[in-house]
């Protein structure tokens, strides 16, 4: 067994007896992602911002999850994360990356414009 499943049972577990332990979750959506089972880390995820709205990580990785698997509700997720902290880049580069995708190469440009 893997340093990756081990971390995958023990992470079960954690939130098995606390299924609102936010870290647990948030841990074992990581686990996944890197995992390459990106919808299950996008069920994480999302189980970590219903428990913490405005989880920074948790918005941004999320957004980055949808857009990977080219659903536009990553953009939402991507804004939200600027909205908590606007310093984080990584949500402005999921987004940049979704615009591209869906209008192409010319306007994600904009997203990164001061308003």
Do not use: T
Not at 14 to 40: C, K, M, S, T
Not at 61 to 74: A, F, I, Q, S, T
């Amino acid at each position: 067994m893997g340093k990756l499943d081990l971390a995958e049972k023990s992470l079960r577990e954690a939130i098995r007896l606390e299924p609102d332990y936010d870290d647990a979750h948030y841990n074992l959506a990581v686990v996944y992602q890197r995992q390459g089972r990106v919808q299950e880390a996008v069920k994480c995820y999302e189980r970590v911002v219903e428990i913490k709205p405005d989880r920074l990580e948790a918005l941004s990785n999320l957004g980055g999850c949808y857009v990977e698997l080219g659903d536009l509700k990553g953009e939402e997720f991507c804004r939200r994360a600027m909205a908590v902290n606007p310093s984080h880049s990584a949500p402005y580069i999921n987004l940049g990356v979704s615009i591209e995708n869906r209008v192409g190469w010319r306007r994600p440009w904009r997203v990164f414009r001061p308003r």
